[in-house]
């Protein structure tokens, strides 16, 4: 699935959306300190304070939309599982640990919205 | 003559620069001191130091002018006073530190040609506490510009190209920065200065907003940009569109998505977002109706959105990617081997040739090959 990749590509992130308090309900967005381009399908994410570069692949770009646009995590997990054949489960698992990754590096923020 | 020699007669017959930069050396440098000149060019600014009597001046120079400005130097008489260093200033040592620090990589936006990166730099390793940078300070200007011809100019992609859809590049247009020669008859409101930044602070991202009322009814194509930097207490050098004494450097044009029509009153917002070491501006700019205060128009543009990037790019990115050296790589690579500190450069063309010979045409294209790296990389 999606893999977050970046100057510092460490692997998947040891803080979890369960360290970092949040549910499923949560909603999340792009903090306006990151710039977001897609490119054929992948994105390269530039987050202006630790100006630093990040990739992401077709998939993990696709989650990532759906991350930042949907009300909360378990509806953009309802919207992929509409889009890819895979385990609810399996998808499940990579979302959060690609959420967990990405609030990390502070590519996505919790949204009081 | 040399197109980076003709760049510089067009410094160095921009009266307005000249004479800024001629007042402000004056004031600050004082007899004896030690100034260091980054991004020297011909030298003229180490040259106008000599004049008010600085006593030693170290000129950084990363092109091959190094060699002209040397020139220059020992024809005007002070070459004993001037020492040429080839190469970027954030990569070379001085013997010692230095009273003041000139440049003039302010570009056109005020951030765009490196200042901010050079003074940071020299700051922290070259100048004595209490020394001077000239600039001292720059403001960052903007104002709303009514140009169909400019927004027209990023807008023609819209339209089918040599009978083709071009559409694909519109973004990117529309997310660029112009440099163009703006004229005060093309603002329709009043200049804002949207920051004012200390030159040698640590870089970082900018945030900075302005707020501008349209001066009457007109048509809202995008925002300009220019500077005005103080280069001592009483010496300002500005592009700016409405200043009669503006050195001869044009400005930045940033277009709207859309052309949006203004009336007297309507407040025209612009909030930038500015990252210096990448050349990166965001600029978001809202329209409000000047009576009701009802918005009008939003629009976010970005460089970021501007930049060429293609799937190519972001795969030699990846961690897992696995490079390979191309076959003028390796021959690059030859190269370097060689600059043992042993082998001479005869010696280096002629194994350059014999081991990549389908690379180049003839034995002089490989010498040229060869002193492009070992220029590049040696000493």
Same mark, same amino acid.
């Given at each position: 699935m999606g893999t977050l990749t970046a100057t510092d590509p460490t692997s998947t992130s040891s803080l979890g959306m369960r360290d970092m308090n949040l549910s499923f309900e949560t909603k999340l967005s792009?903090?306006?300190?990151v710039l977001v381009r897609q490119v054929e399908g992948e994105s390269v994410l530039l987050h202006l304070v630790q100006e630093t570069y990040y990739g992401l692949d077709d998939v993990g770009t696709r989650m990532y939309l759906a991350l930042a646009a949907a009300d909360s995590i378990e509806q953009a997990h309802g919207q992929l599982l509409e889009e890819y054949d895979v385990d609810p489960e399996t998808l499940r698992a990579d979302l959060v640990r690609l959420a967990g990754n990405l609030l990390e590096q502070g590519l996505l923020q919790p949204s009081e919205e | 003559m040399s197109r980076i020699v003709d760049e510089h007669r067009q410094y160095l017959t921009d009266l307005p620069r000249v004479d800024a930069f001629r007042r402000a050396i004056a004031e600050v440098v004082r007899p004896g001191d030690v100034v260091l000149d980054l991004g020297s060019g011909? *030298?003229?600014? /180490?040259?106008l130091a000599c004049q008010m009597g600085a006593g030693r001046v170290y000129s950084v120079e990363s092109t091959s002018l190094v060699g002209l400005s040397r020139q220059i130097a020992s024809d005007n008489g002070v070459a004993d006073r001037i020492t040429f260093i080839r190469g970027f200033s954030t990569t070379i040592d001085l013997p010692g530190l230095v009273d003041v620090v000139l440049a003039?990589?302010?570009? $056109? =936006?005020?951030? #765009?040609?490196?200042?901010?990166?050079y003074f940071a730099d020299a700051r922290k390793r070259f100048l004595k506490p209490g020394g001077t940078t000239v600039p001292? +300070?720059? @403001?960052?200007?903007? &104002? &709303?510009? @009514?140009?169909?011809?400019?927004?027209t100019n990023a807008d023609l992609w819209s339209a089918p190209m040599a009978g083709f859809d071009m559409r694909a590049a519109r973004g990117i247009a529309m997310n660029t920065g112009y440099p163009v020669t703006l004229t005060s008859d093309q603002f329709v409101s009043e200049p804002v200065a949207l920051a004012s930044v200390d030159p040698t602070v640590p870089l970082g991202t900018w $945030?900075?907003?302005?707020?501008?009322? &349209?001066? *009457?009814?007109?048509?809202?194509? /995008?925002?300009?940009?220019?500077?005005? &930097?103080?280069?001592?207490?009483?010496?300002?050098?500005t592009n700016s569109p409405l200043d009669p004494d503006?050195?001869?450097?044009?400005?930045?044009? =940033?277009?709207?998505? +859309?052309?949006?029509?203004?009336?007297?009153? #309507?407040?025209v917002t612009v909030a930038m977002q500015i990252l210096p070491s990448e050349i990166l501006v965001s600029w978001k700019v809202q329209v409000h109706d000047g009576k009701n205060g009802d918005e009008k128009a939003r629009f976010s543009h970005s460089t970021w959105k501007g930049m060429l990037i293609s799937a190519e790019d972001l795969r030699r990115t990846r961690p897992d990617f696995v490079p390979k050296l191309t076959p003028r790589g390796e021959a +690059?690579?030859?190269?370097? #081997?060689?600059?043992? /500190?042993?082998?001479?450069?005869?010696?280096?063309?002629?194994?350059?040739?014999? $081991?990549? @010979?389908?690379?180049?045409e003839n034995q002089h294209k490989a010498e040229l090959f060869v002193s492009e790296v070992v220029t590049r990389y040696s000493e």
């Open positions: 792009t903090p306006p300190y | 011909t *030298g003229i600014l /180490g040259l003039d990589q302010i570009g $056109r =936006f005020g951030f #765009d040609a490196g200042v901010f990166q001292s +300070r720059i @403001e960052l200007w903007a &104002a &709303a510009v @009514e140009s169909e011809e400019l927004w $945030r900075m907003e302005g707020s501008m009322v &349209a001066s *009457g009814a007109g048509v809202l194509h /995008g925002v300009g940009g220019w500077f005005a &930097a103080q280069l001592s207490p009483s010496v300002t050098m503006r050195i001869q450097r044009r400005n930045v044009f =940033f277009p709207v998505e +859309r052309p949006v029509q203004l009336v007297e009153g #309507d407040r +690059r690579q030859t190269v370097l #081997d060689l600059c043992d /500190g042993v082998t001479p450069l005869e010696v280096i063309q002629d194994e350059v040739f014999k $081991r990549h @010979e389908s690379l180049f």
